[in-house]
Nanobody, 114 residues
Framework: QVQLVESGGGLVQPGGSLRLSCVVS????????MGWHRQVPGKQRELVAG???????NYADSVKGRFTISRDNAKNTVYLQMNSLKPEDTAVYYC????????WGQGTQVTVSS
């Protein structure tokens, strides 16, 4: 049974930074492409960053140049470094495969507000 545990969210002022973490268990993490998704109430969940098993990354245009996804296969963990945060980045952030094949975790709330 796959488990995803996200952490690192919080309240931050515009222009600030946060680093999200997601620990994955119950699967061969090193072989899995992973991604960070976010969801705002009333809107569809969107993929904002992805990383292949080989470390190739891609980003949504809305976060390109500000967010960085990385992974540590020894720790079964995927990270999202978020810089220059904007109010429109406010959302619940989830990790999963890019197509959402694993069960969803509880997510971590990110709120960007002054």
């Amino acid at each position: 049974q796959v488990q995803l545990v996200e952490s690192g969210g919080g309240l931050v002022q515009p222009g600030g930074s946060l680093r999200l973490s997601c620990v994955v268990s119950g699967t061969i993490f090193s072989r899995a492409a992973m991604g960070w998704h976010r969801q705002v109430p009333g809107k569809q969940r969107e993929l904002v960053a992805g990383i292949t098993s080989g470390g190739i990354v891609n980003y949504a245009d809305s976060v390109k140049g500000r967010f960085t996804i990385s992974r540590d296969n020894a720790k079964n963990t995927v990270y999202l470094q978020m810089n220059s945060l904007k109010p429109e980045d406010t959302a619940v952030y989830y990790c999963n495969t890019p197509l959402g094949y694993m069960g969803w975790g509880q997510g971590t709330q990110v709120t960007v507000s002054s």
